[in-house]
């Protein structure tokens, strides 16, 4: 004991009259305020797509795509339960919509991305124009569109939905509004906004349609695979990303939203990288082949053997290692944008 008794008394005291007040002594929880390093709640966490498939198909029988709004089942952090988090900061969920289904048209503060997991055929509608999604497609919700869901597709079709609902939560910054018909007219024929701003070109006098989003809905996974394909075979192998590119606004080169990065990786065939660790916690979707990511925080271990469309999460500063015997090709997406904002971003690459 570092206080003579009445001083351990006199504190207590104190603490106790001022509590009806709202006051509370700094010097009992400063270290847990501010931490030595990143102290994530977050446990690292790994869903099997196996697993979780029936239960999607058991809500597209137990609830419509249009009674549900979304039928979505959420990826919950297990040290978060009940807050609809995969990440403190970030939300991710897993949407089913089945033939002939309409998610109706709503429109929010919060950014959404789509990065399509299972199925072909089903559309997204922005902003007046459709979007069709295919395996492996990375598609933008930007904030503030009216969006829909639709599907004239001939089975079941599955997307990775990845928001910033924490982040907005956290900032008390969120409207909502559903619109006035079930699916918004289409005013632009598909493919019109890869046309004007996807080619590596962009309209001559141009304003930025969405503000400090992409205006691109769509980045077509054929497009990403060559690119990564043409890299593995060309150009030299990151020792900890494999071959690993990020996806850009094409009016800035900045990342596609402001609050969530997205990268695409391929982990070439007998790949085993070397550790690393940043301050965003990512959220990891397996487009095809299959691997193991180790994760390590102080004298915890995790391993997760993961096969397509599996999903996991490496929280926030917790060393991780991918390895892939036959190699494999990794969505991933974190709220780097935000870190980078912020000056916050951190990363240490291990050798
Ligand atoms: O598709 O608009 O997973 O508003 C959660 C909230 C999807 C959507 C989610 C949403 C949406």
């Given amino acids: 004991m570092n206080a003579p008794d009445n001083s351990l008394l006199v504190r207590q005291q104190l603490y106790r009259d001022m509590d009806p007040h709202h006051l509370t002594p700094l010097w009992e929880v400063l270290h847990a305020l501010v931490p030595p390093r990143p102290a994530t709640p977050c446990v690292p966490a790994h869903w099997k797509y196996d697993e979780v498939r029936p239960f999607l198909m058991r809500a597209g029988e137990a609830i419509t795509a249009e009674e549900a709004v979304r039928r979505v089942l959420i990826l919950e952090n297990p040290a978060l339960r009940g807050q609809s988090a995969i990440t403190q900061s970030l939300y991710a969920g897993l949407q089913l919509i089945l033939p002939g289904e309409v998610a109706p048209s709503h429109r929010h503060s919060q950014s959404a991305l789509r990065f399509i997991v299972e199925g072909s055929g089903a559309y997204t509608a922005v902003d007046g124009e459709r979007t069709t999604m295919r395996p492996g497609d990375f598609i933008i919700t930007p ?11 001939s089975g079941p079709v599955v997307w990775l939905d990845g928001l910033d609902i924490p982040m907005v939560r956290f900032f008390d910054a969120g ?8 699916s918004q007219q289409v005013t632009r024929t598909e493919g019109t906004s890869m046309a004007r701003y996807g080619h590596n070109m962009v309209p001559v006098r141009h304003d930025a349609p969405f503000g400090v989003t992409s205006p691109i809905f769509s980045y077509p996974y054929e497009r990403s695979r060559e690119a990564l394909e043409r ?3 060309d150009a030299p192998v ?5 071959v690993k590119l990020r996806y850009v606004n094409p009016l800035t080169g900045g990342y596609p939203m402001p609050t969530m990065a997205t990268f695409m990786q391929k982990l070439p065939a007998g790949f085993s990288g070397k550790g690393w660790r940043q301050t965003d916690g990512a959220v990891y979707s397996v487009v095809e082949g299959s691997g193991s990511v180790e994760v390590e925080s102080g004298d915890k271990r995790w391993r997760f053997d993961f096969a397509p469309r599996d999903h996991f999460v490496i929280p926030s500063w917790h060393t991780a290692r991918l390895s892939s015997a036959g190699g494999c090709m990794l969505f991933s997406f974190s709220d780097r944008p935000v870190h980078r904002a912020l000056g916050l971003l951190k990363e240490e690459r291990l050798t």
């Fill in 143 to 153: 904030s503030w569109t009216f969006h829909d869901h639709g599907s004239d597709a």
């Fill in 175 to 182: 409207f909502a509004e559903n619109g006035t018909a079930r």
């Fill in 231 to 233: 890299l593995e075979r």
């Fill in 238 to 242: 990151d020792e900890w990303d494999g």
